[in-house]
């Protein structure tokens, strides 16, 4: 908890300038505020997502998007996508962008965290194409959390994006449009030291993970077998 506080207050800092050329260091601080995220939703019932779900999962996001102005809604963020291999393993996590997200924020909040679960093969390659628009190119619901499993019904399970966020009032099976997501290959580039993008990274085992990823894959690993 005490960790997830401070890399959020590290990167509302820098919440001006999320599109900016970041440094390495930054790209991690990123990573890392994303493994934190999933933590805390995990810690709590009200948040955590069921192992039902985590089962299904075919690719995971992990969103922080921060308020761009008063009553404006979310308008600027990033996050990760990590895709389950056939194999079992799990990628590497990818940044991607997001922005201009509403979802009935409450007044007064600085930043929402959303994790988004996808449970077909065929929707992360949306992002393949720049730009994903969430609840238009894929269809999105809210996701049942851990304290409703009676909610746990294959109609909602069967949705290829299940939206968890820590919004209040969004209840299991509503309808989720969630603004955009893009890829961000100048800021993989720089975090992989590589020239591989988007679909090599989440495919292929061409890059080997290094030490600052790879807590956040151990944990995927381990909730989403």
């Known amino acids: 908890m005490k960790k997830l506080l401070v890399l959020s207050l590290l990167a509302l800092f ?10 390495r260091a930054e790209l991690i601080d990123r990573v890392e505020t994303c493994e934190a995220i999933l933590q805390e939703f995990q810690s709590r019932p009200d948040t955590a997502i069921p192992a039902a779900v985590l089962q299904k999962a075919r690719a995971l996001i992990i969103v922080n998007q921060f308020k761009g102005a008063f009553l404006l809604g979310i308008k600027d963020g990033y996050g990760v996508i990590l895709v389950k291999k056939p194999d079992g393993r799990w990628s590497l996590p990818v940044l991607v962008s997001a922005g201009e997200a ?16 996808i449970t077909d093969e065929n929707t992360p390659r949306l992002l393949f194409n720049h730009r994903f628009n969430v609840g238009v190119d894929a269809k999105a619901i809210a996701g049942p959390k851990a304290a409703e499993v009676e909610r746990n019904n294959a109609e909602i399970l069967a949705t290829p994006m299940l939206v968890y966020t820590k919004v209040a009032g969004l209840y299991a099976g509503a309808t989720v449009k969630a603004g955009h997501l893009s890829r961000n290959d100048r800021d993989n580039a720089l975090l992989y030291n590589t020239r591989y993008t988007m679909p090599e990274l989440l495919y292929s085992d061409w890059v080997t993970p290094p030490a600052e990823v790879q807590p956040l894959m151990a944990l995927v690993q381990r909730l989403a077998r």
């Open 14 to 23: 820098g919440a001006a300038v999320v599109r900016a050329e970041a440094s």
């Open 102 to 117: 509403s979802l009935g924020f409450q007044v007064g909040a600085n930043a929402v965290e959303t994790i988004y679960v």
